[in-house]
Every structure is written in structure tokens, then in C-alpha cells.
């Protein structure tokens, strides 16, 4: 079992800054590959970028160059840089952990956490 709790989301206005947060408790985090996806309103779910346990990292492209994924094995953390955010980032953002298959896929992660908003105003 891994227990994952985001943090950080919040109000920015656009070409602003947040740093999303996720802590993780449970079996070793450092093992696991982690992601990060988000949900609009009325939209699915869908991804935004991805970190393996070696650090290589994976962005859908819509986020390339704004938004960077790290992880501090020490602290059991996954963090989101987000930069020049736009009004279209605006939505619920989780954090998974990736039990194997399409990186990019919901169904190829199996522990969730509950979410944290970022809202982008103009």
C-alpha cells in the first residue's frame, strides 16, 4: 500500500508559479515510478508528466518547459514545478504511483491521491 497527500495548489494568476507537493507513506517510494495527472471540469483525466525512479522525466506537450516533475527520495516527496501557468492549467492535479503498462494512461496507475486544486485567473 502507498499512501499519497498532495499539497500546494492554490489561486495564480496567469504567468504565475505554484509547486504542487506529494507525500507519500507506505512501501518504498524511491522504487516507484510517479506521475502526476489532472482533471478539468467536464474533461477526463489526463496526464501531465511522469518521474521514474532514476529521474527521467516525461511530460505530455502542452507542459513542456513550464512545468517540471522532481522527487526527493529522502523525504518520500514528488513535487510539480509549475511556471508561466495559462488559464487551460486550471484543474484538480493528482499524484500516482505506476503499476506498469502505458505511461500516459490513468489505468496504469493504481494508488491515487485525493487531488489539490490550482485554479489560473486572467
Known amino acids: 500500500q502507498v499512501q499519497l497527500v498532495e499539497s500546494g495548489g492554490g489561486l495564480v494568476q496567469a504567468g504565475g508559479s505554484l509547486r504542487l507537493s506529494c507525500a507519500a507513506s507506505?512501501?518504498?517510494?524511491?522504487?516507484?515510478?510517479m506521475g502526476w495527472f489532472r482533471q478539468a471540469p467536464g474533461k477526463e483525466r489526463e496526464f501531465v508528466a511522469a518521474?521514474?525512479?532514476?529521474?527521467?522525466?516525461y511530460y505530455t506537450d502542452s507542459v513542456k518547459g513550464r512545468f517540471t516533475i522532481s522527487r526527493d527520495n529522502a523525504k518520500s516527496t514528488l513535487y510539480l514545478q509549475m511556471n508561466s501557468l495559462k488559464l487551460e492549467d486550471t484543474a484538480v492535479y493528482y499524484c500516482?504511483?505506476?503499476?506498469?503498462?502505458?505511461?500516459?494512461?490513468?489505468?496504469?496507475?493504481?494508488?491515487w491521491g485525493q487531488g489539490t486544486q490550482v485554479t489560473v485567473s486572467s
Open positions: 500516482a504511483a505506476y503499476k506498469g503498462g502505458t505511461l500516459n494512461s490513468d489505468a496504469s496507475y493504481n494508488y
Open positions: 507506505g512501501r518504498t517510494f524511491s522504487s516507484y515510478t
Open positions: 518521474i521514474n525512479w532514476s529521474g527521467s522525466t
